[in-house]
């Protein structure tokens, strides 16, 4: 795998933009995996800018998101769904038909998982992921303990999971305490990874996961054994 440190959270972002701006130039109709949450915040914004200043099209772009709460409706503004349509989806002109997501409110969650591996590979399997890292090593929401050959399942929160991403929510007063999500699996199965970490707090958990042994403990270090893995760290998610 390589490890870029860029400079602080906008080079990390410009420089993860570029990759993603890049394969949808040299191939239209990429597949992306994405992913949620604070750290690619960014990163989507420049590539609304890209699209809205005429370098890009998502027109022929699919997408597939990792994960998102289990029990929760996705027009919730605390659910994937509603972040991803907020941060990317309603200001680019993809299509609604190439947008997947897990829901996370579906009456049958096995059949949704299974569905979902169903839809990756009918697309042709997922050309580039995007992956952030929480605190407790886990990529999606496959949490320490997932099986690195899992596919897409229903995971129970860990302790750490549930009270870092409460500070987030906007409607929810309660932690949704399961999530719906691609398995190690599903996601070392992707083309090309990129990985993004900033902040300090990231530090600790950066160094366990790609200079510590390859453990099911820490998820994030399966990605070691990806043969196309590029992780994009700020200075401080360096630290370490
Ligand atoms: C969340 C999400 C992940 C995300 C990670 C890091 O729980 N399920 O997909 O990558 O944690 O989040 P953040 O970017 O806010 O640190």
Known sequence: MKIIIARDYEEMSERAAKIIIDLIKRKPEAVLGLATG?????????LVQAYQRGELSFEKVTTFNLDDYVGLNKNSRDSFYSYMHENLFSQVDIRPENINLLDGSASNLTDECLNYERLIKEAGGIDLQLLGIGLDGHIGFAEPGSSFD?????????????????????????????GITMGPG?????GQILMLANGLHKAPIIH????????????????????DCLVILDAAAAGE
């Open 38 to 46: 604070a750290t690619p915040i960014r990163l989507y914004q420049l």
């Open 150 to 178: 899992g596919r897409t399942f229903v995971v129970n929160l860990t302790k750490s999971t549930i009270e870092t991403n409460a500070k987030g929510f906007i409607e929810l007063k309660q932690s949704p305490t399961q």
């Open 186 to 190: 599903t996601i070392m199965e992707a």
């Open 208 to 227: 366990k996961a790609f200079y510590g042994p390859v453990t099911e403990d820490v998820p994030a270090s399966v990605l070691q054994r990806h043969p």
